[in-house]
Nanobody, 124 residues
Framework: QVQLVESGGGLVQAGGSLRLSCAASGRTFTSYTMGWFRRAPGKEREFVAGITWRLGRTRYADSVKGRFTISRDAARNMVYLQMNSLKPEDTAVYYC?????????????????WGQGTQVTVSS
């Protein structure tokens, strides 16, 4: 079992920045890939960014590429999502997830464990 806890969400104006954190615990040796997803009101959960623990390979959704940066601190089992140049369209609940694969999938149903989510609201 892997436990994931997100934090760092909040209210920010368009153009501003937020840094989300995800703390992983439990059987983290099986969690080869960490991902960030988001769910906007009335929409399905959407892939945002992913990173592999060992090599730090990254993948981003086109909608956030160049604005968001995913990183990890493997020694502390922490994953971060630095979000810059935020837009109102980024408003969503952001979730941390993990899967047993070094392939960074964009499909939410291929992830095994999920955090509780943290709300990000971007005002115009």
């Amino acid at each position: 079992q892997v436990q994931l806890v997100e934090s760092g969400g909040g209210l920010v104006q368009a153009g501003g920045s937020l840094r989300l954190s995800c703390a992983a615990s439990g059987r983290t040796f099986t969690s080869y890939t960490m991902g960030w997803f988001r769910r906007a009101p009335g929409k399905e959960r959407e892939f945002v960014a992913g990173i592999t623990w060992r090599l730090g390979r990254t993948r981003y959704a086109d909608s956030v590429k160049g604005r968001f940066t995913i990183s990890r601190d493997a020694a502390r089992n922490m994953v971060y999502l630095q979000m810059n140049s935020l837009k109102p369209e980024d408003t969503a609940v952001y979730y941390c997830a993990t899967r047993l694969s070094v392939v960074i999938s964009s499909a939410s149903n291929e992830y095994d464990y999920w955090g509780q989510g943290t709300q990000v609201t971007v005002s115009s």
